[in-house]
Structure formats: C-alpha cells, structure tokens
C-alpha cells in the first residue's frame, strides 16, 4: 500500500476549506473517491480534484504538495495515520485531530493544533497565534496529544489548554497559556507578555527569558523531576535540546492567585 | 552426572507461579539509588514469613533509566496480583519516597495487567500532588521537603514463577560458602530473576510444617542438618562426607529466566569442596514448575 499524494496546482484565489484531507479517510477511499470529496472555494462547493492533482488511493500515508498556505484544515479532526504537507499550512491544521501523525515541513498558519485530543503535529517552522488554543466560546483547548513546534510560536499559545503538552523550540508571544485548565507548555527561547494569565493548573516551563505576572508568587528554586521525562521525550523525536537545559534548576513560581492558583511557571536558571 | 568433580543429583527444583512487577528506581547519585533499593527489598526474603520477595535485578545506567540518572532495577514477587499491588505501595511509600532525591518508575510498561501505585501514594502530597502524562504514562509529583517525588501511576504486574533453589552439599562451611557466593553472582548475571535472600543464600532451608509445632508453617529442615545426622526420626539426605549446606533462591520473570539462572549457579557453583549439588521439591504437589537439574545442563550444552 503506498502513499496517497495530492498536489496543489495552484494557490486559489481564495482560502480553500478542505477537512477532507484525512489520512484515516483516505484509507477506505479509491484515487477516484478522493479526487469527489467535497471542499468549499470560497462560498462555492467543489471537489477536492478540481484543485489537486489526486494519486493513489486505499492508503493512510499522505503527502501534500504545493502552495497551502490557503488551504485550511489539512488534518483538522484526523484520527489516524500520516499526513505530511512539504511546505506552509493553512489556517486550522491539525485542529481537533484526534490521533495520528501530521508533519508540517513549513510554517503553520492560525488555529494550528487548535482543540486536539491526540496524536502528534509537528510543524518544522513556525505556527500563528492560538496554536493549540481553544475557539472563541470553547471551554477547553488543545486536550491531549503532542504539539512539537521546531520554530517560533505566536500569540496565545495554548490558550485554555487542559491536557497534553506543547514544546516549542523557540520563542511564544504573549499570553502562552493564557487560561490553562492542565496540561504542560515547555518553551526554550523567550516568552513575551502575561504568560499564564488566568491560569488554573498546568505548567509553563521557559528556557529563556519571563516575566511572571504579578498575580504569581515565587516558590523556590529546584529540579522538578518530572522535566528530565520530557526533555528526553522531546529530543528523542528530534526536537533541538541544548546540553544546558537537561541538568539545570527552575524557578518556580506558583500561581495564577487571580485564579485557582495551583499551577506554575518554571523559569530555567542555570 | 558430573562436573568437576561435583556430583549432580537427578532431581528437581520446584517452583511455583507468582505474580512480578519491576520497579525502576532512580536517584541523583547511583549511591541513592541503591540504598533507596536496599530499603525497598529489605526484610522480604519469604513470601511465606514477609508476603513478598524482592530483590534488586539490577545497576542501570542512565542511558537505561527513564529519567537519564542512575538507577536500579528491583523485582517484586507476591502471591497474587493484588498483593503485588499492595506491598509495591508499602515499600515504594515507605522506603523510596523517603530516600533523598530518589524518582521511581515502572519497569514493566507492556504487561497487560496494571497495579495503581503512585494513583496510591499521590494522597501523601494532602491535596497538593499534581500529576503529569506523557504519551501513554501517567506520573505524580508529590511534594516534599526536598522538592518533588516524582512516582509513575500504574506499574505493570504480570505472573512470574518463584522459588526456583539450588542446594549446596559441601564438605565444610567454608567450601560451601564460597561455592554459594560464585553461585549468586552467575545467577545474578541473568536478567530478570532475584535471589531475596541475603546474599542469595539461604542457611535455614525449610521443611512445609513442623512435626511438633502445629502453628508453624515452616521449620528447619532436618534431613539437611548436618548436626541431626544419626539422631532419631531424622532421615538424612547428607552423604557422610558433607558437613555444611546452603541453598540459593531465586524468583524469576519467566520460567526460561529461572532455568538460565539456575544453570548458571550449578555451573558456577562446581567448585573444590563441594560435594554434591541438589535442589528443593515437594514431590511436584507445590508448583508446576519442574527444573530438572540434568535437564538444565543439557540444555545449556546444547
């Protein structure tokens, strides 16, 4: 059973809405059958040949190709298999997938990883804001699964979250973690503004430089045990850990006292 | 049969089904680890006399521990699941989460049968533990005056086969010593199987019963001591030449485990002195599992 592989064959004028993009559906389907699902152009129903090139069939291994940075919801919802897009991804890559493995070569637009259950997104560059967050209205965010980010993360990262973790090779914006229920954001650049704010439990853990809001309190200054686990874990699938991080001590500081303040910020120090 | 001069007795080693886990212990230090291991397996050399045999399987390196530190790997045996599951939490709580900057996780993630065991002792943190998971592993941060205990939630149980023995028939307690020392140190060399007792070797083998205290489940076994030879009602299994005796057991993952292990000690055990190496059954009626001597050294031949 080889790979189904669809390529764009040219950017659309507009946001292309293609959820179909599944490798877990993809499975049961012929080359034929792919090529008829639906996707929305704009407001106009079309299929999803009109726009790729549609080859192979029956597989849940599948590669995008081409200009995608227009096409949304490559994987959203997947609950299985291999998706890999060689190259930028939409807007809501990845959202609400509940398991699987969707690599993205390029960066990833907004709402990447937004509300997922499980399963792995790896985006090798950069994502936008709310990855891994929740949609306006959501009580929770991304709740379980891994979000590994090789590059930069926007704004709100995390936001909501209540279970699974995020690593982000580089630096977030502001408010990473903004209302988390649980779960774990590890960061290794900087972070920006109000990280945590409103936060319940969870933890967000910053290897480079943070700010904690004021409604935080410092603790202490140890090793929390629990991170050698998973920097481990994140070098083991290739995401880059300096030497230094893996035998160095944290500053804690518990909080958000504005809120149900049993969560933490761990700040790296040497 | 023999080897080296030391005759091999046709018999058999019996042994019995038990159930295992395997917990992985580590610490800042490989010094921590192995006291906090010591404490865990101490006093728990019977299951009869403690309800549990342990025993440490193990020094891990910390590219082999899941936390990258040094670390030590300790074999639990109970009866049953459940009370694998109950002693696990008593001698993690008691003896790991106590030691300085110990961590301890389980080290059997693919048995199909799971035991709660941090899902126990997060209760200690009073309302302050949290918990973490990682992929499919569930771990507790309990906080302590040190910082955090990090324990895993569930630790695999699966069965195992316990009392498999050896039995050392020397010339004197010298020889016999020396013989079971060489012995446990081949039969530690196996993975996975533990010998409980002290040093792995037991001085006191035991008879089921007693013939005249009928409360006790076990008494000394005369027809091994060597000061009962001659007298009444004793019938000694002792070749006149043999004036010491020692037994080495051991608890094993698997039945393939425990026969590598006991291969190992007679061969091991094939030293000047030694008269005469036999091993412990009940006639068949205590445990299916049968390890006939011969049979073992066979198999390792072949």
Same mark, same amino acid.
């Given at each position: 059973?080889?790979?189904?592989?669809?390529?764009?064959?040219?950017?659309?004028?507009?946001?292309?809405?293609?959820?179909?993009?599944?490798?877990? %559906?993809?499975?049961?389907?012929?080359?034929?059958?792919?090529?008829?699902?639906?996707?929305?152009?704009?407001?106009?129903?079309?299929?999803?040949?009109?726009?790729?090139?549609?080859?192979?069939? %029956?597989?849940?291994?599948?590669?995008?190709?081409?200009?995608?940075?227009?096409?949304?919801?490559?994987?959203?919802?997947?609950?299985?298999?291999? +998706?890999?897009?060689?190259?930028?991804?939409?807007?809501?890559?990845?959202?609400?997938?509940?398991?699987?493995?969707?690599?993205?070569?390029?960066?990833?637009?907004?709402?990447?990883?937004?509300?997922?259950?499980?399963?792995?997104?790896?985006?090798?560059?950069?994502?936008?804001?709310?990855?891994?967050?929740?949609?306006?209205?959501?009580?929770?965010?991304?709740?379980?699964?891994?979000?590994?980010?090789?590059?930069?993360?926007?704004?709100?990262?995390?936001?909501?979250?209540?279970?699974?973790?995020?690593?982000?090779?580089?630096?977030?914006?502001?408010?990473?973690?903004?209302?988390?229920?649980?779960?774990?954001? +590890?960061?290794?650049?900087?972070?920006?503004?109000?990280?945590?704010?409103?936060?319940?439990?969870?933890?967000?853990?910053?290897?480079?430089?943070?700010?904690?809001?004021?409604?935080?309190?410092?603790?202490?200054?140890?090793?929390?045990? %629990? +991170?050698?686990?998973?920097?481990?874990?994140?070098?083991?699938?290739?995401?880059?850990?300096?030497?230094?991080?893996?035998?160095?001590?944290?500053?804690?500081?518990?909080?958000?006292?504005?809120?149900?303040?049993?969560?933490?910020?761990?700040?790296?120090?040497? | @049969?023999?080897?080296?001069?030391?005759?091999?007795?046709?018999?058999?080693?019996?042994?019995?089904?038990?159930?295992?886990?395997?917990?992985?212990?580590?610490?800042?230090?490989? $010094?921590?680890?192995?006291?906090?291991?010591?404490? @865990?397996?101490? !006093?728990?050399?019977?299951?009869? =006399?403690?309800?549990?045999?342990?025993?440490?399987?193990?020094?891990?390196?910390?590219?082999?521990?899941?936390?990258?530190?040094?670390?030590?790997?300790? *074999?639990?045996?109970?009866?049953?699941?459940?009370?694998?599951?109950?002693?696990?939490?008593?001698?993690?709580?008691?003896?790991?989460?106590?030691?300085?900057?110990?961590?301890?996780?389980?080290?059997?993630?693919?048995?199909?049968?799971?035991?709660?065991?941090?899902?126990?002792?997060?209760?200690?943190? &009073?309302? !302050?533990?949290?918990?973490?998971? *990682?992929?499919?592993?569930?771990?507790?941060?309990?906080?302590? @005056?040190?910082?955090?205990?990090? #324990?895993?939630?569930?630790?695999?149980?699966?069965?195992?086969?316990?009392?498999?023995?050896?039995?050392?028939?020397?010339?004197?307690?010298?020889?016999?010593?020396?013989?079971?020392?060489?012995?446990?140190?081949? @039969?530690?060399?196996?993975?996975?199987?533990?010998?409980?007792?002290?040093? =792995?070797?037991?001085?006191? =083998?035991?008879? #089921?019963?007693?013939?005249?205290?009928?409360?006790?489940?076990?008494?000394?076994?005369?027809?091994?001591?060597?000061?009962?030879?001659?007298?009444?009602?004793?019938?000694?299994?002792?070749?006149? &030449?043999?004036?010491?005796?020692?037994?080495?057991?051991?608890? =094993?993952?698997?039945?393939?485990?425990?026969?590598?292990?006991?291969?190992?000690?007679?061969? $091991?055990?094939?030293?000047?002195?030694?008269?005469?190496?036999?091993?412990?059954?009940?006639?068949?009626?205590?445990?299916?599992?049968?390890?006939?001597?011969?049979? *073992?050294?066979?198999?390792?031949?072949?």
């Amino acid at each position: 059973m080889g790979a189904v592989v669809l390529r764009l064959r040219a950017a659309p004028a507009v946001p292309l809405e293609a959820p179909c993009i599944r490798p877990d %559906h993809f499975a049961a389907l012929s080359e034929a059958e792919i090529a008829r699902l639906p996707v929305w152009h704009g407001s106009e129903a079309r299929a999803l040949g009109d726009f790729f090139d549609v080859r192979g069939g %029956h597989a849940d291994d599948v590669r995008v190709k081409g200009e995608l940075s227009r096409v949304k919801h490559l994987g959203a919802e997947m609950a299985g298999g291999r +998706l890999v897009i060689e190259g930028d991804a939409g807007p809501h890559a990845g959202a609400g997938m509940a398991g699987g493995t969707l690599r993205i070569e390029g960066d990833a637009a907004a709402w990447a990883g937004a509300e997922m259950r499980g399963g792995v997104l790896e985006v090798r560059g950069r994502v936008r804001a709310y990855a891994g967050g929740a949609y306006a209205g959501s009580r929770w965010g991304m709740a379980g699964g891994l979000l590994l980010v090789h590059g930069d993360a926007g704004d709100f990262l995390g936001v909501r979250m209540r279970r699974g973790t995020i690593a982000v090779a580089g630096c977030a914006g502001e408010c990473a973690g903004a209302e988390m229920i649980a779960g774990s954001i +590890l960061v290794f650049g900087d972070v920006g503004r109000r990280p945590g704010f409103g936060l319940k439990r969870g933890s967000i853990v910053v290897h480079g430089a943070v700010e904690p809001p004021p409604t935080y309190r410092y603790a202490c200054t140890y090793r929390p045990p %629990h +991170l050698a686990l998973y920097l481990r874990e994140l070098a083991r699938r290739g995401l880059p850990i300096e030497e230094r991080f893996l035998g160095g001590a944290y500053r804690r500081y518990n909080g958000d006292f504005a809120e149900l303040p049993r969560g933490e910020i761990l700040a790296w120090t040497t | @049969m023999e080897i080296e001069g030391v005759r091999i007795r046709d018999t058999f080693a019996e042994a019995f089904d038990v159930w295992a886990a395997r917990a992985v212990i580590t610490a800042r230090t490989p $010094a921590w680890a192995l006291e906090a291991a010591r404490a @865990m397996t101490g !006093f728990a050399t019977s299951l009869i =006399g403690c309800k549990v045999e342990a025993g440490i399987e193990a020094a891990l390196e910390p590219e082999a521990t899941p936390d990258g530190r040094p670390g030590v790997a300790v *074999l639990l045996f109970a009866f049953d699941r459940d009370g694998v599951a109950k002693r696990l939490v008593e001698r993690v709580g008691q003896a790991v989460l106590t030691c300085p900057t110990s961590a301890c996780f389980d080290g059997l993630p693919d048995a199909a049968e799971r035991v709660p065991v941090g899902a126990r002792l997060r209760y200690f943190g &009073d309302g !302050f533990q949290a918990s973490k998971r *990682l992929g499919p592993r569930r771990f507790w941060r309990v906080p302590v @005056m040190e910082g955090e205990f990090l #324990v895993e939630d569930s630790f695999g149980a699966q069965p195992g086969v316990g009392g498999g023995n050896l039995i050392l028939l020397a010339r004197d307690a010298d020889a016999a010593l020396e013989a079971a020392e060489a012995a446990a140190a081949a @039969m530690r060399r196996v993975p996975g199987v533990v010998l409980p007792f002290p040093g =792995g070797v037991a001085r006191s =083998g035991s008879k #089921v019963g007693s013939r005249r205290y009928k409360a006790l489940a076990a008494s000394t076994n005369e027809a091994y001591c060597p000061t009962l030879r001659g007298r009444l009602g004793v019938a000694t299994e002792l070749p006149e &030449d043999v004036n010491a005796v020692l037994e080495l057991v051991l608890d =094993g993952l698997d039945a393939a485990a425990v026969a590598a292990a006991l291969a190992a000690g007679i061969r $091991a055990a094939c030293r000047p002195g030694v008269v005469e190496i036999s091993a412990g059954n009940y006639g068949g009626k205590l445990g299916r599992h049968h390890f006939r001597l011969h049979e *073992l050294l066979a198999a390792v031949e072949a």
